[in-house]
């Protein structure tokens, strides 16, 4: 059983055990974290709500599917993912993980884009993870944009952990070295 310190477990828990106001609660937490994870696979916002809303109703439609073995948002990620590939593959188009638009949506949702704007280090930052490899650039947002733990990733990605550490290793050196000198200082 998941430990009672994922907000998104309890939450579930109190929906089946019929606390209806749960569900508000589960969207809140995790709709649109989902939305974003799935629109950099899918390059498509309509597409991206389409899958997360398939998702979440899924998760509340067939409650005995979620068992709390892994925290709610890995579970809802697993899927989305799983439903993003699914789409990718049925458009016969790859993807390419894009942070800039991640951060401009949860900017306008927010209403954070002038502090993005006008925040150069964090303009850097981002231009240099658009430029790490597709493994690196999904490992570096699950981990430090999403705050999943290294497990919660490894089985978002169907990776390791050490594969993961190893991912995460390989992009801070890669982001040092894209951003030089001033890189030292913004990691």
């Known amino acids: 059983m998941k430990d009672l310190s994922d907000k998104g ?5 109190r929906y089946l055990n019929g606390d209806e106001s749960a569900v508000d609660d589960i969207m809140r937490e995790l709709f649109f974290s989902l939305v974003c994870f799935v629109e950099h696979y899918v390059h498509d916002m309509p597409a991206a ?15 005995h ?24 593959r049925h458009r016969k188009a790859l993807p390419v993980f894009s942070y800039e638009d991640a951060a401009s949506y949860g900017d306008e949702l927010f209403d954070l884009e002038d502090r993005l704007v006008s925040d150069e280090r964090k303009r850097a930052v981002h231009g240099a993870i658009e430029k790490l490899p597709e493994e690196m650039r999904e490992a570096v947002y ?6 999943l733990s290294y497990a919660d990733a490894s089985r978002v990605m169907g990776k390791k952990p050490k594969q993961i550490d190893n991912l995460l290793y390989r992009a801070k050196k890669e982001l040092r ?3 030089g000198e001033e890189g030292k200082e913004l990691l």
Do not use: H, P, Q
């Not at 925290?71 to 699914?86: C, E, I, N």
């Open 49 to 63: 709500e389409d899958i997360a809303m398939d998702v979440m109703s899924d998760l509340f439609l067939n409650k």
């Open 177 to 179: 070295s894209i951003l």
């Open 65 to 88: 599917r979620y068992n709390f073995k892994v925290s709610l948002k890995t579970y809802v990620f697993m899927r989305g993912k799983s439903r993003a590939l699914d789409l990718i």
């Open 9 to 13: 477990a309890v939450c579930y828990r």
């Open 142 to 147: 699950l981990i430090y944009f999403e705050e």
